[in-house]
């Protein structure tokens, strides 16, 4: 039984982290794609100033 | 007389006992299920086939090194080969725009998997031993292919009997959840409509299967196998340049895998090693641990909603069991019960997809545990 409480503390334990990881991962990839994102429409923007 | 004996013990007919003749019944009422009432028919039809065929008397379909259908099973599940290859296919199917855009209902799909650790807990507690508890509180997960993938790996002789119970509990998730959801929250709860999530564009679509499959595998590199093929199909979907490899993965690829799938785990279901009370607990435990995942996603669901101003639906909670897209179809019908207006589909498949990988995940960590 101790063997059992060992694997269903460390399993719970164990989704919730991957799950934490894979959470800040997502928000930290969606902050960077958004940064890439908002630069490239402002060199757009300047671009098309210029053209003016 | 006695030539027309010797002939008749050449035939399967002189073996015949009722133990097979109750596999037989066990089989074809799979396949009425299937054909009848279309329960899980993709799956319960081989299996049900698999089953009559492992109980024909000198058939020797499940000899080892001989039998065809053993074949099938060594070189298909206990080589690890059908279950990935089945995840592939439903890399290629899934969105994961739903869960990029709300990306803490990630959390609800870690939330059911609490049902899978408290079934393995129960599971003992009725004599199992470690791994074959593990086997069976991943039914709980609502995935077939992972369940099947540790049973290969645990307990191969539960793997029929579990692989069995997953397919028909998932079948049944209409009725199994609807009673579960209702009863732990309110109207008021059920009508709570959700804030619209962002667009998610395409490079953060192609991003995700990328950095999934770095942060998982690190994390737990026995998850690796059903993983990898997940997102890399995943990424042939988001990719949008391998068009062909898109197509075949979700289709012929994942159908050909399916009836090679099926028929081994039926195969597996002798009657000597499925006729015996322990199997009872198996489907009683594996009930267990749907409704447990169900509650303990809700549970966490109004949990959440205490230290947050955007409530969530807790209905949405019950979508962290795998089942894709059953449950997520259930938490929708079940919350426009309470208010027609309400739609939660879209909402639903972020916990839905994100149950899938929690639950490949404590299957990784149950693995990592308990060994090969």
Redesign the interface.
Known sequence: ?G??V???L???F??????????L???I??TA?AA??SKRNAREDAGQGEDK | MSALYSLFQTTGLFYVTPGLVVMWIIGLTLIYLAIGKSYEPLLLLPIGFGIILVNLPLAGLMTPHEGLLWKFYEYGLHWEIIPPVIFLGLGALTDFGP??AN??L??L??GA??G??IT??AA?AFGFD?KE??TIGIIGGADGPTTIFLASKLAPSLLGVCAVAAYSYMALVPIIQPPVMKFLTTADERRIRMAKGRKV?K??KT??PI??T???IL??PASAPLIAMFMLGNLFRESGVVGRLHDTAQNELMNIVTIFLGVPVGATMNAENFLRPQVIFVFCLGLFAFVISTMTGILLAKLMNLFSKNKINPLLGAAGVSAVPMAARVVHKVGMEADKKNYLLMYAMGPNV?GV??TV??AG??LT??GG
């Open positions: 039984m063997d059992g060992l694997v269903f460390t399993g719970l164990g989704v919730f982290t991957g799950m934490t990881f894979l959470y991962s997502i928000k990839t969606g794609v890439l994102e | 869960l990029i990306p803490r990630i959390f799909g870690a998997q609490a899978v650790y393995f807990f003992q470690l508890a593990a564009g490079l953060e991003l995700f950095v999934s770095f942060v998982i994390l737990v994100a990988i929690g995940i404590a960590i149950f545990l308990l």
